[in-house]
RNA sequence: GCCCACUUAGCUCAGUGGUAGAGCAUCCGCUUCACACGCGGGAGGUCGCAAGUUCAAAUCUUGCAGUGGGCACCA
C-alpha cells in the first residue's frame, strides 16, 4: 500500500466523522459491558447565536480528549451537548435582524410574533456551532443533544422557580437594580464590568440652606441625579455640620425642600463631607433612605431619559444632556463651586458597554443563602468540586460564595423562560408551574402572566440534570442514575460564578448531590502579543481558519499541548510544529506500510514474557524450572526455540522501543488522570518523533526492508507495525482523525484490537483499547544499552559534522571498551556502521590508532577514535577537544566545591553523595583521556 | 483599597529542593531510497531584583519591582 507524500487532513475530517456519528460510536449505548463504569462530561452550552471560537476550540478539545480516553478505556461515555438559549443576545440579533429586513421593533409585531421569530432565527441559524462542533471532532452524543428551551428543561426550570418560592427562596421586591437603558432590562451583578473613565469629572454644587445665607456644598459626579435627591447627609461627628443637621434645604431646580441627615455612612474627609442623598438612583442612597425613611423619586426611565419627576425643564432629556442643563442651571444660579477632574469607575453593561443606571425597580430576586450554605459545606466536607488548578480557583470559589448577594433574575426580556407567576386584576401574584395551576390558586381566571423572563444563567444552573431528564415532574431516570453527578466540567473562569457555582448549589438542593466532581478551568487564549482577543480589537483568530490551514488534530495538539489552566499566546508557528508532527506520523506510517508485506499487527510482538509464558505453558511446566522474573528468564525458557522463533528473537533496539512505549504509555494515563494534557502531549510528540522515527525506524530500516523474505524480516514488520498501532491508539484522543485514517489502513486491524466493551461494534480505532502500559515490560537494561549505543553514534556524528566530513565520505570507528560495552556495540554493529556512516568497526580493549585521529570521550570509560587520515586539522581537533575539556573542568570544580563541603558529605542523603562521587570519577576518568588524546595530537 | 497569578534561551512556554528543558527562530552541513511539513550537528540562560531558610534554592519564606487578572468601592 501507498500512501500519499504528505498528510492532507480535509478528507479524513470529512470522511470519518460521519461514520462514527452513523455508527452511534458516541453513544454510551455502544458499550456492551453491563457493569461498565459510567464516565460522563456536559458541554458548557454555547450560545445558539454564537460561532466557535478559539476559546471554545481549547475548551472542546480538553473534553473530547478525556472522553476519547475514558471511551477507549471500556467506560460507559456520555459527552453530552447542548445550546444555551442566550436570552439578551438572541433577542438582540433578532431585533437587530427585524429592524434591518422589515425596519419594524419588537414592539411593533408583539410578543407572539416576536418569538416566533425567534424560533425560526433559531431553527435556521441555531445549527451553526453545532456544525462547527462537529468538525472539531467533538465524540458528543448527538442522540441526546438538549437545548435550555426544550419542553423537559423548562418544565425543570419552573418547578425549581415554584419549589424556590414556596420555600421562600424567591421572592419579588423593589431595589436598587443594574439597568441597562440601551438593553432596556435589569442585570445581574455579575453581568456588570467595573471600568475606569479617566477624564471623569466631580461637580461641587451648592445647596441653600433654608432660613439661612449658608450653604452647604456637595460633591457628585452623576449631578443630574440631584433632580431625584430627598435629603443631604453629614457624619454626626464632623463639628463642620453639626449645626445643620435636621435642618432644611431648598433643593435648586425643584420645588422641593429636603432634610440634612445624620448618617454614619458619610466620611468626614472626602469631598465636602457632605452627600446628596438619592435613594431611587444610587445604592448606598437607597440604604440610607431605608434607614431614615426618606422618599424616593425616581427621575428617569427605561432608556435613561429624563421622566416628569425631574420637572418640566428636564423631562425627555437624555441622562447626559440633562446633566450639561443641570449644571448651566446652578452656573446660572451661582451654586456650581468648582468642576475638578476625577477618575470614576463606571459599570457598564457587560454585552453592549452601556453605562449602567442604577435604577429603583420592582425585580424577581433569589436568596441564595440556604443553597451558599449547602455548596460552602460541600467543599468543608469533601472538598467537592475539586478545581484543576486548585489554587487559584478554589479559593476565589469560595470567597465569592461567602459574599453572594440576592441574585436578579428577572429581564425585561421576551425571549426565555417566561417567569411562572401569574396576577389577578387586584394585583395580587400566584406562582404555580402553568397557569392552570395559578388559576386554581387564584380562584379566577382572569390572570396575567408577569412579562419578564428568567435570566439565562437560571436555566444554565440546572444544566447537569436536567440535561438527563430531571424536569421537577420527572425526578428519576435511567440517565440520571447512570450519569449524574458528572465527573468533570471544563470550562473558563470567567463563569465560576455564573454557572459552576450555581450548578452546584441547585443540583445540591434538587438532586441532592454535586454536579460534578472535578471542574478544570482551563486558560485564556490570547493573541501573539499576549492581549486578550476581541472583536472591537479585530486580533481574534477564528479556528475553523486554522482548521483549514493546519488541520483539526494539529490545531487540537496546539491546544491540548499548551499549559493546563494557564493563559498563553497564540502563535501559528506552534500549529505549524503540530502539522508537521501529523505529517511525520503519517510518513513513518507511510514508511511501514510500503514494507508491510508478511507483517500483521499483534500485540504478542510486543510483549514476550507473555509469548514465553504461553511457550512454558506449550512445553510443560515440568521441564523447566524458571523464574518469570529473572531478566534473562527468555533465554533460559528454551534457547533453540527462542532462536528459531522470530518473536522472541529481540534486539537491544527492540526491547528499547518496548521499554520506551511502555513507559509512556503508564506516563500519558498518569498525566490525563491529573489534568495535566500538555504533558500528554508531550510524552506523546517526544516518544514518537524521537525515540520511534529518529532512531528506531533508523535502527531496524534495514531489516525492515529486506528484500529477502525470511519470517525474521516478517517479524521485525509486524513489530514495527503494532508499535505504530499502539502509538496510534495512545496518540487518538488527541488525533481522532488522522490516527483513525492511518489505523484503517494498518494490516490485520479489526474489532478485535477494540476494549472488550465494544466487541460488536464496527472497527474503528475509537473504540481500540487504550494502551495502559505494561510496567513489566520496562527494560531498564535495555534503556542503559540502547544509550550506550545513542551515545556512540551521537559523538560520531558529531566528530564528523565538527571535522567537515562529507556525508558520503565513510572513515572507520576505533573503540577501546570494557567487555559489557564491547558486547553492547558488537550486537549493534550493522546499525552503528549504518548510522555512523562508517566502513568499519573496531572494539578492542585498547584504542590502537594513527595520530591524525579524532577522537571522542564514551560513558563508562570507553574511547572512541576516527582515523582521519589526511583530513584531519589538527588545530580545530585540538580545539574541539580543548572545549570538551573546559566543559568538564566547569564541571568537576562545581563537584570537587560539593564534595568538600563536609556539611554536605554528611546531611545530604547517601546516594546523593555516591552518585556525584561516581561522576566525579568519570569526570576524571574522561579529563585524563583527553588530556592524553590532546598530547597525541602534538606529538 | 483587598486578594491572586505570572516574571526561565531572541520568541512562546514546560520544569523539579540536588549538574537548566522543548517548540519556533538562529548558525553549519545534507536532494541519505517514509517525511525538506525532512535529516544530522552547533550556538544561545548567573531561571525579575534583594534578603532569608537549607549541606544544597530557578524550585521553599519574606520584601521589592514589573505585567496581567479577580473582588470591593467614597459621594
Redesign the pocket.
Known sequence: ME?E????PTEAESTHYKRWEAKGFFAPEINENPNAEAFSIVIPPPNVTGSLHIGHALQHTLMDVLTRWKRMQGFKTLFLVGVDHAGISTQLMVTRQLKKDEHKTPQDIGREAFTEKVWAWKNKYGGTITNQIRREGLSVDWSRERFTMDESLSIAVRNVFVRLYEEGWIYRGTRIVNWCPRDKTVLS??EV??E?KKDGK?YYLQYPVKDSDKKIT?????PE?MLGDTAV?V?AGDERYRDFIGKTIELPLTNREIKIIADE??????????????PAH????YEIGERHNLEKIVIMNADATMNQNAGADFEGLDRYEAREKVIEKFEELGLLEKIDD?E??LPHCERCKTVIEPLLSEQWFVNMSEMRDMALDLMRKENAPHFSPQ??HE??YT??LE?L?DWTISRQLWWGHQIPAWYDEAGNVYVAKNKEEAIAKAGTDKLTQDQDVLDTWFSSALWSFSTLGWNGETTETEDLKTFHPTNVLVTG??II?LWVSRMVMTSLKFIGEKPFSDVIIH??V?D?????MSKTKGNGIDPLDVFDKYGVDATRMTLAG??????????D??V?????????I???????L??SEGAQVDYTFLNPKEEAREIVRLLGDELIDIDEEDEEFLDKVDPQFAKDNPKENLSIADRWIISRLNKTALAVNKALETY?F??AV?LL??FF??DF???Y??LV?DEI?SVEVNTRRDAARSRIITIIEQSLRLLHPFMPFLTEELWQKLPNTSADLHNAAYKSAEQTIMLADFPKGDANLIDEKAETEMQAVIEL???V??I???M?I???DKSAIHIAANRDLQKIFTENEAQILK?G?ASELKIGETLDVPKASARGILTGGAELAIPLEGLIDFEKEHERLE?QLE?LNT?NE??VK?LS?Q???????PE?VK??RE?MA?IDMQTITLAENMKALKQ
Open positions: 500512501l507524500k504528505a498528510y492532507n451583578d455579575l464590568k467595573e475606569t466631580l456637595v460633591a457628585t459626579t452623576r441625579t447627609a457624619n455612612y458619610v466620611e468626614s474627609e472626602f469631598g465636602t463631607g457632605a452627600v446628596k442623598i438619592t444610587d445604592p448606598n442612597d476625577y470614576v469607575v489554587v487559584p479559593k476565589v470567597a465569592w459574599n448577594k473562569r470567567d460564578f486558560g485564556t490570547l501573539k502579543n499576549g492581549q486578550r499548551s499549559s493546563t489552566g494557564a493563559d498563553f499566546a497564540w502563535r508557528e506552534k505549524e510544529s503540530f502539522r508537521n508532527f501529523a505529517n511525520k503519517w510518513n513513518a506510517t507511510r514508511f511501514c510500503l514494507n495535566q500538555h504533558e508531550q510528540y517526544h518523533w524521537d522515527c529518529d532512531w525506524i533508523e530500516k526492508t553514534i551521537g559523538k556524528r558529531n564528523r559534522a565538527e567537515n562529507k556525508s558520503g548510522l556512516r572545549n566543559k564541571e562545581k563537584l560539593q563541603n556539611n554536605f558529605v554528611e546531611k545530604a542523603p546523593k552518585d556525584l561522576r568519570e
